[in-house]
């Protein structure tokens, strides 16, 4: 079963640390740097009228490149010394620099549209950075920025909330959509998507086993569900129950994924 919560937990790479006192060539310095160069980026990422303004075209390549730069200089090896030997690490890093590299020359070229696409890709992998090791204060570089205005839909702004480490907005951004949106109730793609990153969060950047499975089980959730999703829903719901009687078992290997998937193959 593709959907089972420890295979979800196992999606996610590895954590970037955003410890303020380290000096800038560090590797904590190296992530401020990057959280900077995005953060001063963001105005006119979500705001397309903005980022496709002529007016506004060198100073936006400007701080694209900038951002591109702050990735290329973060240093892997530092990261396993740090982090230790994660695969991820490789995978997510590189991910980060092709992201910003395309969206560079996209933008370059005037394509502003794929630029676009590319840069907000890179929230993704800051939320399964932040979620797999939660190093490094809760919103410290962004404590005072506000996305409430941001042209993005809610996965996006959930994104945005976990590079932030702000979990808990993370999490609200989704609940509203799940259940206040009438949109949302069509049951799609993006409406599973959206209950498949509040799981994500839940376990990765909070591990809020109770209140996760309480979500789950909500009749508002359950009540109008397709028999696919109703039944992806209980198959979180037993790996849930189970990993909170087992919480050693959340630690994400090879074996135990395997475990999980012979023990729930013939339900």
């Not at 990422?45 to 702050?70: G, H, Q, V």
């Amino acid at each position: 079963m593709k959907y089972l919560v420890l295979l979800t937990a196992a999606t996610l790479c590895v954590s970037c640390n955003s410890d303020p006192i380290k000096p800038k060539n560090s590797w904590a310095g190296r992530m401020q740097g990057t959280a900077q160069a995005f953060q001063e980026l963001m105005p006119y990422l979500y705001d397309a009228e903005k980022f496709t303004n002529p007016k506004n075209s060198k100073d936006i390549e400007k701080k694209i490149a900038n951002y591109s730069r702050s990735i290329h200089s973060i240093d892997e090896n530092k990261a396993k010394v740090i982090l230790g030997d994660d695969p991820y690490i490789r995978k997510s890093l590189n991910s980060l620099k092709e992201l910003t590299s395309r969206s560079h020359e996209s933008f370059k070229r005037g394509d502003r549209k794929n630029s676009r696409i590319l840069l907000k890709a890179t929230t993704n992998t800051c939320f399964k950075c932040h979620t797999r090791q939660n190093m490094g204060p809760e919103k410290m570089r962004w404590k005072n920025f506000d996305i409430s205005t941001f042209e993005a839909f809610p996965i996006e702004k959930a994104h945005i909330y976990v590079s932030m480490r702000d979990y808990g907005k993370a999490k609200k951004t989704l609940q509203a959509f799940l259940f206040d949106s009438e949109l949302s109730r069509k049951f799609d793609l993006s409406y599973e998507s959206a209950l498949h990153y509040y799981l994500m969060i839940s376990l990765r950047g909070q591990k809020t086993f109770d209140e996760t499975l309480k979500f789950l089980t909500s009749k508002t959730l359950v009540a109008d569900a397709p028999t696919p999703l109703h039944y992806t829903l209980k198959h979180w719901q037993r790996d849930l129950k189970y990993f909170k009687k087992n919480p050693k078992q959340m630690k994400v290997t090879l074996p135990a994924i395997y475990k999980i998937i012979k023990r729930n193959k013939n339900i």
